[in-house]
T-cell receptor
């Protein structure tokens, strides 16, 4: 099992560009989520999904879109990148959502 | 006020010593609690769940005090490999996890 994988590992964008952060898991987990981690603030939930076709907003959803067409994949789209979106992004999955969450290795994003 | 608050540290601990730190949470309806460990520039990994009766996993002991709304983590016989940031995590329900900003522990030889 690869667990949770994320691509790319690093990305530099210019303000206004769009991009998609990829996340995939091979554990057949129903629950997947996206977090961002900024210094001194802890991880903050962006969007989450409780199963294919179902997504919902977390604490900081503005500027991001998600979709869940399959159990395995949960991409995060930045529509028009802003410097405030410079952060480390983690994708996570779990069986039910309430217990152990397995995190991907993260994507480090710099928006200039 | 943050929903989950932690002392950022760092807690500098001699190898072999004991270190303990707390985390407070503001939502009394929180359902379950966890400690995650995060190494520098790596993803968080579950260290242990925290149960109402308190629980132990080797050198690690976690306690929950619902009345005062805090959880604690104690590390005995600290190892150099225990150096990390420890994240306090509260499950608000439906898998919505609230993370603290973390407590840094540095174990020195």
């Amino acid at each position: 099992n690869a667990g949770v994988t994320q691509t790319p590992k690093f990305q530099v964008l210019k303000t206004g560009q769009s991009m998609t952060l990829q996340c995939a898991q091979d554990m057949n987990h129903e629950y997947m989520s996206w977090y961002r981690q900024d210094p001194g603030m802890g991880l903050r939930l962006i969007h989450y999904s409780v199963g294919a076709g179902i997504t919902d907003q977390g604490e900081v959803p503005n500027g991001y879109n998600v979709s869940r067409s399959t159990t395995e994949d949960f991409p995060l789209r930045l529509l028009s990148a802003a410097p405030s979106q410079t952060s480390v992004y983690f994708c996570a999955s779990s069986e039910q959502g309430g217990e152990t969450q397995y995190f991907g290795p993260g994507t480090r994003l710099l928006v200039l | 006020r943050k929903e989950v608050e932690q002392d950022p540290g760092p807690f500098n601990v001699p190898e072999g010593a004991t270190v303990a730190f707390n985390c407070t949470y503001s939502n009394s309806a929180s359902q379950s609690f966890f400690w995650y460990r995060q190494d520098c520039r790596k993803e968080p990994k579950l260290l242990m769940s925290v149960y109402s009766s308190g629980n132990e996993d080797g050198r690690f002991t976690a306690q929950l005090n619902r009345a005062s709304q805090y959880i604690s983590l104690l590390i005995r016989d600290s190892k150099l490999s225990d150096s990390a940031t420890y994240l306090c995590v509260v499950n608000k329900g439906w898998g919505k996890l609230q993370f603290g900003a973390g407590t840094q522990v540095v174990v020195t030889p």
